[in-house]
């Protein structure tokens, strides 16, 4: 995730939040498998997901196939990495 500035040891912070999220920074769960950091949109048809990598492929999902875990507020950066400097 290092277009996002997200390194290992990194620390995000969410918000618990799934309600009326347009093109913020989730956390989400999908099919009960995967956890993923990506922007996302939601509509009655279901919830289009975006990365920040543009080599990366969109998704789209249904609604009983994605859980939102929340929204992210911030990131607390891993103090003694190098790479943040």
Same mark, same amino acid.
């Given at each position: 995730?290092?277009? %996002?500035? $997200?390194?290992?040891?990194?620390? /995000? /912070?969410?918000?618990? &939040? =799934?309600?009326?999220?347009? =093109? ?5 769960? /999908? ?7 990506? =922007?996302?949109?939601?509509?009655? $048809?279901? /919830?289009? $997901? ?11 999902? &249904?609604? %009983?196939?994605? =859980? ?9 950066? &891993? ?5 943040? &400097?």
């Amino acid at each position: 995730m290092r277009d %996002c500035n $997200l390194f290992d040891g990194d620390v /995000i /912070i969410i918000h618990r &939040h =799934q309600h009326d999220a347009h =093109q913020e920074t989730a956390v989400a769960t /999908i099919n009960q498998r995967e956890v993923t950091l990506k =922007q996302l949109s939601i509509s009655r $048809l279901g /919830i289009h $997901l975006w990365p920040e990598d543009a080599a990366m492929p969109d998704l789209f999902l &249904h609604n %009983c196939d994605i =859980q939102v875990l929340g929204m992210v507020m911030g990131v607390a950066q &891993h103090a003694t990495d190098p790479r943040h &400097h």
